[in-house]
């Protein structure tokens, strides 16, 4: 899919190489951004934070080996993973839908056709996730987030999964912005083998060496391959050919120069198919910040103290001793060992050469607030709280625990929500489109635009914060009502509307609330009811009063009653006379 062909190959090598000179250029550009600085950063974070998680050298990769050398207390660790997985369980659990598809206008979302078809390609995309890498990718991307403030993986097409995600870690990749601050360019290297790189780009598009390499069988021979992603400013908007598309794509062996300018393939997208969202920004920065980066002195200063606290027991235990020169070679300082010495010596007995009274608790104390301080700057304590509740809680439980964490954490997630999780639903969308899977949409949605709608535990959560005002609202209007015994203040309070941004805010299911025109057929269902039992009952009273009526006699006869009189007065027949009356 990456191969370029032999078409490509009548450019010729002058222009080819021009062309990979210019691709060189920017990519050089890109990386010295970086390099210059957040590297050092990046670096200082992943000695003390994820060793193993960056990769600023391509010859770091695939390499072993003890990489743990600055962390003693792996406190912090321990609380990205917490940050890492609790991201990934409360935006995008794979056991439970995090997302629905939905219009803006809500009266055809409610629809039964337009409403099936949004919720079958709801579940497609979530299959899709599910077959592919998605969701590990996911929870490295959570990861390196937290950590390093910036994550990247570039979404590729795959035959038998739909798409397939290539992640990498910092050091690995290079950025730019546009002028909206949104990243449009991606400059990355990375190492394949010979055999790799035949497979990916095609045996005729390999440099020389490469080919000679693989025709020798050394399969395992290494090159280094560059990509460049960037706007592509010189493209025919009329053209349908991939080199003319808004975004082009080129790959290059960095350290070869044939014929084809070690060219290896080059291409274009209709859309910017790496994902690389920012934890935190500052206007203009090309890199985000991080937890990871609120908390680094917290964790400089927790490694220092343990490594205080354990110079404090090995004095306490192991002390420095001073002892007579004349026992000089003949003393067994080890457990059980015995020495002997003459007490009359003026030189005195074996002691030790200065106390060391601090008591370790003290500094184990100060470790505990080091490590509180470092599990509130990853929201541990807010994750950890959901994970060991005794029950499952709803979201609003969760607002009304942690509602000033979540309110904080709320500007992440949107962040999150605009360029990590909309761009992979929309890239899978569109992906599921070429692929010919999608159903067709009914006629309704013609024209008509899409939106993504996140329904996870954590953007409930959100919106379960403004229930409480509600709650409130709803609390102090019963209070007056309750008060004063007067019904009255309900009558300020729009019941109907109070239940759909309730349901709204707590993330219900919209096929749960019934829609606005249903609801005034049943009210007047029920009211139509309630008249005719009103009149039912109306007549039952009537009949009755009509037959106590008939048991009181106005004569002789027994058809002489009250109430065959009174139905004689209205009806016009055997009226009584005055004298009768």
Not at 79 to 105: E, I, K, N, Q, Y
Not at 327 to 342: A, E, H, Q, T
Not at 435 to 446: M, R, S
Request: aromatic residues 8%.
């Amino acid at each position: 899919r990456r191969c370029w062909g032999a078409k490509h190959m009548a450019e010729t090598g002058t222009s080819l190489v021009k062309k990979r000179n210019l691709a060189m250029a920017r990519a050089k550009a890109l990386r010295q951004d970086r390099e210059q600085g957040w590297d050092p950063h990046w670096k200082q974070i992943a000695e003390n934070l994820l060793p193993r998680q960056s990769r600023f050298f391509t010859e770091q990769r695939n390499r072993g080996g003890d990489r743990n050398q600055n962390i003693i207390d792996s406190a912090g660790t321990h609380a990205l993973r917490t940050l890492s997985a609790g991201m990934m369980a409360g935006m995008t659990s794979p056991a439970r839908p995090w997302f629905r598809l939905t219009l803006p206008d809500e009266n055809l979302a409610d629809h039964h056709a337009v409403r099936a078809w949004l919720d079958d390609v709801s579940k497609l995309l979530l299959r899709v996730f599910r077959k592919s890498n998605t969701y590990n990718t996911l929870h490295g991307m959570y990861r390196e987030l937290g950590g390093f403030g910036t994550a990247l993986s570039v979404v590729e097409p795959n035959f038998e999964r739909v798409i397939h995600h290539n992640p990498m870690t910092v050091g690995e990749y290079s950025l730019g912005l546009n002028d909206e601050g949104n990243v449009d360019k991606l400059h990355r290297e990375f190492k394949l083998t010979v055999e790799q790189a035949a497979q990916w780009f095609g045996y005729s598009n390999l440099s020389m060496t490469a080919r000679s390499a693989y025709d020798s069988s050394n399969y395992t021979r290494e090159i280094t391959v560059m990509h460049l992603i960037e706007p592509n400013a010189d493209r025919d908007p009329r053209s349908k050919h991939s080199k003319d598309m808004a975004y082009r794509s080129c790959y290059w062996d960095a350290k070869e120069t044939d014929t084809n300018g070690g060219l290896l393939s080059e291409g274009g997208h209709r859309r910017f198919r790496a994902l690389a969202p920012r934890w935190d920004l500052l206007w203009g920065d090309t890199y985000g910040s991080s937890p990871g980066m609120d908390a680094l002195g917290d964790l400089l200063q927790l490694q220092h103290e343990q490594r205080s606290k354990s110079k404090v027991i090995d004095y306490q235990v192991d002390p420095p001793l001073q002892v007579p020169t004349a026992m000089k070679r003949s003393g067994d300082f080890l457990p059980g060992g015995v020495s002997y010495y003459d007490q009359n010596h003026p030189q005195g007995g074996v002691r030790r050469a200065f106390d060391v009274n601090l008591d370790p608790g003290v500094l184990l104390e100060d470790i505990r607030d080091v490590r509180e301080r470092i599990n509130r700057a990853f929201y541990a304590d807010m994750f950890l709280m959901i994970a060991q509740s005794d029950k499952n809680m709803t979201a609003t439980e969760v607002a009304e625990r942690h509602e000033e964490k979540l309110l904080t954490l709320g500007p992440v997630l949107e962040r999150l929500h605009t360029e990590l999780l909309d761009n992979l639903i929309t890239q899978t969308f569109e992906r599921c489109i070429e692929v010919g899977i999608v159903p067709p949409p009914p006629p309704e949605l013609n024209g008509q635009e899409l939106q993504v709608e996140f329904v996870s535990m954590l953007a409930q959560a959100q919106k379960a914060v403004g229930v409480n005002s509600v709650d409130r609202l709803i609390g102090h209007i019963g209070m007056l009502a309750t008060g004063t015994g007067d019904p009255s203040p309900f009558d300020k309070f729009n019941t109907d509307k109070s239940i759909d941004r309730y349901a709204d805010q707590l993330g219900v299911d919209p096929d749960l609330i019934v829609a606005d025109d249903k609801v005034a057929v049943v009210r007047q269902q029920r009211a139509q009811a309630q008249a005719q039992a009103a009149q039912t009952a109306q007549m039952a009273e009537a009949a009755k009063a009509a037959g106590a009526l008939g048991g009181v006699q106005t004569g002789p006869m027994p058809e002489n009653n009250a109430g065959a009189d009174i139905m004689n007065l209205f009806s016009g027949y055997q009226s009584p006379s005055a004298t009768e009356l």
